[in-house]
């Protein structure tokens, strides 16, 4: 999954992709690279400062985008946002799927939207907003009470109506996690993955990576990748990520490994 932010403050990208025609420009880069999907966000979640735009700023952020984009992109767009009204618009300019940072719990519309538009959707775990989220980085047991919460979740979109099969569950690296958090879950990818849903994994260039493997960009891709190839490792279904060429390597790799099934 490449990231698209169209935004002027995300923590890796800001302002890169914030005019439409960059951002088209940069979607279909991604899908030559190999994307599978392309994630469209008009909101930044940043840990650490980011702002709560408007459903009206995020829909004149995105909109322009997704208009350029039909007809044009061959792979499926996601549209990731907590907000209805920006995920209908989304759908409406042909969205394949809603990328819930708050697992359909920030919009009471955005459940019986997906439902209603037999969408995929994303379901990802945190705690509060994202302005306050570092705020919740407590856990007595973080990969039970993670695995638990997106057990929850994904039962309420399927009592909302959800079809189980369009249901993709992420941990959040990240989100209302300190470094240690985000670590614990990655060694405990195999677990998630017995919930019985894909996995999606968003670790790219995010601040533990930065930590553990080195902040200078080279030393932030390797590391990315390192988590990217170990997650497909693990049985993840989808890596989200800013360098689509470095993830379709370390994905390949991974993925040969993992099917080489001991030269049987
Ligand atoms: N991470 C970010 C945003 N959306 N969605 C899912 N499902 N999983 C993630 O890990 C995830 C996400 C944050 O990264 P980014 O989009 O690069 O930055 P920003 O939120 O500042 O735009």
Redesign the pocket.
Known sequence: MG?L?V?PD????GGRYFDPDRAVEHALEMQAAGAAIIDI?GE???PHG?REVTAAIEIERVAPVLKRLRGRLGVPISI?TRKAVVARVALDAGAAMV?D?SALSADPAMAPLVADRKCAV?L?HMRGGPADHMKFARYRDVVSEVEAHLAARARAAINAGVAPSRIVL?P???FAKQPRHSLALLSALMRLCTLGYPI?V?A?RKGFVRVTGGADPAALESATAAVNAIAIAAGVAMV?V?DVGLAVAAVKMAAAIKSSNGGR
């Open positions: 990231v932010n935004t995300s923590f890796s990208d966000g930044s979640t940043r980011a990731d990328n940072v994303v990802m992420d959040g690296l990240g999606l968003g790219s989200r800013h």
